[in-house]
Nanobody, 123 residues
């Protein structure tokens, strides 16, 4: 059974940092990604990583501020978020897909999703 378990969300002041973790179990994946969603808005791509090789992908809105990484031994992907802004406030979801032809920045490509973790950035 595939499970993606997120942790690390919380409340932080603007300019601060948080690190999200997503522990995966049940199978290996080709891409893992992070998406976020604000109530009333569509889910938005944040970052993704190719498990083998470590190629990374970022939304323009987070480039230079967020960094995605993975720990092969722990089967865990991380999202280090720095210089946080109030507009980064959202529920952040971890996602995974085992198909190499998946489009990493497209939510519809992903087969598995975590439960989400709230990130709130105060001004």
């Amino acid at each position: 059974q595939v499970q993606l378990v997120e942790s690390g969300g919380g409340l932080v002041q603007a300019g601060g940092s948080l690190r999200l973790s997503c522990a995966a179990s049940g199978r290996t994946f080709y891409f893992m990604g992070w998406f976020r969603q604000v109530p009333g808005k569509e889910r938005e791509f944040v970052a993704a990583i190719r498990w083998n090789g470590g190629t990374t992908y970022y939304a323009d809105s987070v480039k230079g501020r967020f960094a995605i990484s993975r720990d092969n031994a722990k089967n865990t992907v991380y999202l280090q978020m720095s210089a946080l802004k109030p507009e980064d406030t959202a529920v952040y979801y971890c996602a995974a897909v085992s198909v190499r032809t998946a489009v990493p920045h497209t939510g519809a490509s992903y087969d598995y999703w975590g439960q989400g973790t709230q990130v709130t950035v105060s001004s």
